[in-house]
């Protein structure tokens, strides 16, 4: 029998904001949003929108950010700002002066501590073809969400992950943080097809690259943590943190000799010590299974955990440098 077409109705202005609210989007809790287009703040769901003519949502021409906020305060905002500084100067795209300010001020108005926050830039509104000249001009949006960190066990646990059949883009596509992300999607969806947390891209010559929104890294027989190059692969801030930490931790440096940057391949993941995954939403994680196999001598995998220090009601929107504390526990299988 065929399927009744609903009537397709042309809506007036109330309608089409009472169909707005009976949606059960995840966006009906998204806190607080920043729209250079609207001109401020918005805590309104219903106005948490970006024009369908933005070249960010047609074409992917944007640059983004995703910065967690711990306990009232942002980690790593100005690290976050000039990898976004570099990726839009990549691409042309002029940015806005006030970009700390609308992070602090957005954040404050969402009321919450531990949070998301999501940082756009996009070439703006105006026509529908790639040519970014047609743009209206560059608009900037910035949506608050709450956030959920993965649970401990979790880091207990360790991860499961696989080499993906995707490769990483290209150089200057791998290092510009853009809003073209479908070889990240292709990642994560390979991922979650094969019921697995991660998978991993290699470039061409099968050397191993990174996750979907994660970088990757391996702690050698020699106790070294082996990082791919950051030619092929996003800077993370979170590994460039965990890089700085392992040099100067006294912790760190019990586990870990020295820190480079190298080339490896899936089959030198399975004989290191331990594997790692880093990123944002998940500091540092540690692999126990990759490619069907289980990781690691024995040693099995680690964790590191960032944490931001204890802020006080004074300084609870006060923008502070990162501060990092890294516990690198191993755990026995
Ligand atoms: C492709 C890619 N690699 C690595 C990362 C991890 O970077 P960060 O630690 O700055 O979150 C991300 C973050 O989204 C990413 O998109």
Known sequence: MAQEIPAIKVLSETEALQNLNRHKHPSRNYA??????????????????????????????????????????IYTLDRHLDRMRVSASKIGLELPPSLR??????????????????????RGPGGFTTNPYESVGA?????????????????????????????????????????????????????????????VSLDEAGFIAEGSTENFAILT?????????????????????????????????????????????????????????????????GVREFDGQAMGKGLGSARARCASVQPSPANRHRVRPAFCFVALTSWHR
């Not at 401020?40 to 003519?53: A, E, F, K, S, W």
């Not at 401990?152 to 510009?176: I, L, M, N, P, W």
Request: neutral net charge; aromatic residues 10%; proline residues 5%.
């Open 221 to 285: 027989d020699d106790d070294t943590l082996l990082v791919p190059g950051f030619e092929r692969t996003l800077r993370g801030i979170t590994l460039t943190r965990a890089m700085e930490l392992a040099s100067e931790d006294p912790e760190l440096k019990k586990r870990i000799r020295t820190v480079s940057h190298g080339k490896f391949k899936p089959s030198e993941v399975l004989k290191a010590k331990e594997a790692f995954f880093f990123g944002t939403t998940l500091d540092c994680i």
């Open 101 to 122: 300010e609308i992070a602090i001020e957005t954040t404050r108005a969402s009321n919450l501590d531990t949070c998301l926050l999501r940082y756009y830039v996009s």
């Open 32 to 73: 607080a949003m920043y729209s250079s287009w609207l001109g401020g703040i918005t805590t309104d769901p219903n106005l948490m929108m970006v024009p369908i003519d933005d070249h960010g949502f047609h074409r992917g021409d944007a640059v983004f950010e995703a910065m967690k906020c711990a306990r009232g305060k």
């Open 139 to 199: 608009q900037t949006y910035l949506v608050i969400t709450p956030f959920t960190p993965p649970t401990e066990s979790k880091y207990q646990a360790g991860v499961s992950a696989k080499t993906s059949r995707y490769q990483v883009k290209e150089g200057f596509f791998a290092t510009v943080k853009s809003c073209n992300y479908l070889p990240n999607v292709m990642l994560k969806k390979e991922a979650v097809d094969s019921k697995l947390d991660f998978t």
